[in-house]
């Protein structure tokens, strides 16, 4: 690669871009212009919430305790602890009780209609038994500490029976009302207050019977950590979605535009390689991603200070310090962070936008580049979810996690899971940069002419060019379908497994109805060999007595995983549960129907479709670790439990090695059958009920009412596991002709 | 100094299945020649020079620029070569003297070399008027003028010309062949695409009539019209198109046996 080729590129098209002023707009002048804008905006919109009276009217205001009014004869509020300056927001009409017999359903009506109608925000109906009641529940339930109940009468919804002599309506579809009821609720949460102090007094006790507990509070978190916390959750994902907008714009101009113009075939006709065209392409968009993310997160840092000046000025110091300034250390971290996913999302750009033959094509791909980031960006701001070894493994969210602890100051955990997340982080780097060079290096990408889209046609040529194997994208098709097809099924398996035929039954439905069904079909319909599109070859007998091995002493590594994983992210209650009841059904089954049922139909169906079907189209055109890779993927995500889809991810690692070395599906099957064998063996036998045979204690072990393997046995079987897989590279001249035609 | 043999290129075809954009083309050009391939929209033209410039990859065949193959040594074969296209557009937000220098650059010449090259090239193509206009504002012979200085600017002794000339005025196509006939002078070796007949009369010292992906004659100019015996080159253009679409209907004998007996 020619260092010089990148730079000239590189400040070619900086130059270019910075000449454009849409370009500049969007990069430079628009988030100088958006936070300000919105700020001002929002604290205008605040100024007309805060300043908005809500108007109630009060029916029966006669009915309501004389010796402790809720307002005064000018009808305004009576200012009482806990409900203080809200009575200047709250404009009151009264109107006395009506004299008819059917006086509260009329009155109901006529305050629905008018709050309706919007004459008034809430109607609060006093009924004449209020004060009455009000001393009938504290006699009745002098410990009660709750609130007065109020029935919310948005439209018919009347609960009489359960108010105490107060019924609200209100139209909770609006705003006002909305607001109306909940200054209402604080007004008369503070009366009940007073008047239960009043009453307490009365009977000659202490007011401060009713007093809530004071808790004096000692938070260790330094305010500027308190505020990093704060704002580390917002912070990421605003800067992470301009850092991908910001790139998106500038690939679609550098690739699509380009290919528009026609200036990009000028370039590919120089002496720059594709490869050093992608990298001077790929760090303009990189750099105006990085500008642009942090542009604006500085713009709205800038004006969220100013913002917080405002409110302490303005009478609110507990949020002005709650929101007040970013650490400096916290914005470091972010750029840190920034960097990275910069990287990624330009190269991810570049390979999207390089697909389009015009920008306004090029434009209609930024919806679903986003819809497949955005979750990963909005993944670290649910709650309940933080930095894990689990989270620390998905793309993007793993990195904006680990930012998150490095603001908070856990730095302990946070270099716990560096490791993986940048592993993981640098993998797709690498990933999305080979993917987009890849697409530079296409004719089809590069050149590819508007051709008019023919169903009719499209199915001629399907089954015209099929191949003795499926393609990359008919096995990638296949997985997607499977996947889907798992999906609907979860929702019917959950409460469906009561009985051993409804276990034979949905497993058999699984295996061979959604997995290999799916799989068969394609290979039947758009390939010109089943045998062929499936892998089932020959086997070469070294390869087999490799896979018996691999099986065996693969399982004790297995069984450890399992249990690492299960150590990490445990099974949920409801989980061990379903379980453990499918385990007392397969207890009462004869071994031989488990085994088949469970290792081997499972074991056949999977291997056929993963390691035979998608494995041998993706492996075409040398996609020897794109086919390991994305089966294993495909593989572990149709284990519905995550725990299971873990492991199952990595033993498909493994599998898929095996499937490309030895050129077939059948040593795959083998090492699944025997490995599913072996794991259904051990659940089979209890370790509460049986006794470990001695000829077994080398290997074995009961620990806990629990099969484990003994150490020194899972140090060797790692070793002799090592040298079978060594074996396994070595071909036979049959193996390797097959494996080159296939890779053809 | 241009070698084409057998090249063969096709395309998958969603309706066919395989498009054959080229199929066994062979020819040769010298330094010091104008080759003009000369074809209809469509007959394979802009594959083959896309092949040349290592734009393309062939499906099968060999082709050498300056002596490098063009499947295994692309990076020289660039060096070797200025390709000006009526598809190579010019950069909107440079200008013509940022544009040529850029590739100048990139075709790895010394600062100093590439201020001195850049002056010549603009004096003899006329440019120093526009050297700091941009892309945006050049007229279409304008931006012609530039791309051919950026095709040139590193010397190369391979030029190659796709439809160089087409959407230019009178005037502009008029300076366009002067300026390929001026390099021919230079000892460049020239590859001249175009589907203008009065063009490949003026300027080309041999040509390959290219249709649908074969070459249906080649050689010089009075060589064809001795072979067709037809001396308006237009005619004889036409002629050969017709003939090989009735050949290619009736699907018999071969298009080179036929030719020879005398149609």
Known sequence: MNWRHIQLIYHREMRDQLRDRRTLFTIAVLPMLLYPLIGLLMMQVAQFNREYSVRIRIVGQENWPQNLPLIDHQRHLLSRPGAEGIGRLMDFTTESWPTESDELSKLRLTSSAAVQLDSVDAVLIVKPDFARRMRERLAARSQSHAAVEMDTVPEQAITPELSDGLELVANLARDHSQLAQQRLQRALDAWQQAWVSQELVAAGMSPRLVEPLALAQTDTAPVSVRRAMLWSKVLPFVMLVWALTGAFYPAIDLCAGEKERGTLETLLSSPARRNEIVWGKLLTVATFSISSALLNLLSMHATAGLIVKQLASAGSPQVAEALGPLPIHALGWLVLLLLPMAAFFSALALAVAALARSTKEGQYYLMPLLLVTLPLVSLPMIPSLSLNLGTSLVPVSGAVFLVRSLIEGRYAEAMMHLPVVVMVTVTCCLLSIRWAIRQFESESVMFRESDRWNLHAWLHQLWRDRGMTASPTEAILCGLIILVAMFFAQFMAGSSIADWPSVVSMTVAVQIGLILTPCLLMAIFLTRSIRTALRIHHVQPSHLVAAIFLGVTLHPTYTALGNGIQHVYSLGDQIQAALAHFSQLIYAQPLWAVMLLLAVLPAVCEELTFRGFIFGGLIKQGGALRAILITSLFFGFTHTILQQSIAACIMGLMLGLIAWRTGGVMCCICVHVINNVLSIGLAWFPANQYQLPPSLSWCLRNESDAWLYQPQWQTISVGIALVMIAVLFRRSPETQRVVQVEAL | ?263
Not at chain 2, 66 to 83: A, D, K, L, M
Not at chain 2, 86 to 115: C, H
Not at chain 2, 159 to 170: M, N, P, Q, R, Y
């Open chain 2, 1 to 263: 100094m241009v070698e084409v043999e057998q090249l063969t290129k096709s395309y998958p075809d969603l309706l066919t299945g395989k498009f054959v954009a080229l199929d066994h083309v062979s020819f040769s050009v010298q330094p010091g020649q104008i080759f003009g391939l000369l074809g209809p929209n469509g007959a394979g033209k802009t594959t083959a020079l896309r092949i040349l410039s290592t734009v393309l990859q062939p499906t099968s065949g060999l082709a050498r620029v300056n002596g490098f193959n063009v499947s295994t040594h692309p990076y020289e074969v660039r060096h070797s070569i200025g390709f000006v296209s009526s598809n190579t557009a010019i950069y909107d937000r440079m200008t013509a003297w940022e544009m040529v220098e850029y590739f100048g650059k990139l075709y790895g010449i010394p600062s100093d070399r590439l201020t001195e090259r850049m002056e010549t090239v603009f004096a003899d193509l006329q440019m120093n008027e526009i050297r700091d206009v941009a892309g945006a504002r050049m007229s279409t012979g304008m931006r012609q003028k530039v791309s051919i200085a950026r095709a040139i600017v590193h010397d190369p002794p391979v030029l190659i010309f796709d439809e160089a000339s087409l959407g230019l005025d009178v005037m502009v196509a008029r300076a366009l062949l002067e300026i390929i006939s001026e390099l021919r002078a230079q000892g460049k070796c020239i590859i001249f695409s175009t589907h203008i007949m009065r063009e490949v009369e003026r300027l080309c010292d041999r040509v390959a009539i290219l249709y649908r992906g074969r070459i249906l004659a080649s050689g010089s100019l009075p060589e064809l019209a001795a072979e067709f015996e037809e001396s308006d080159f237009e005619e004889l253009f036409f002629k050969l198109l017709k003939e090989s679409d009735r050949l290619r209907l009736d699907a018999a004998g071969s298009l080179n046996s036929m030719i020879a007996s005398g149609i």
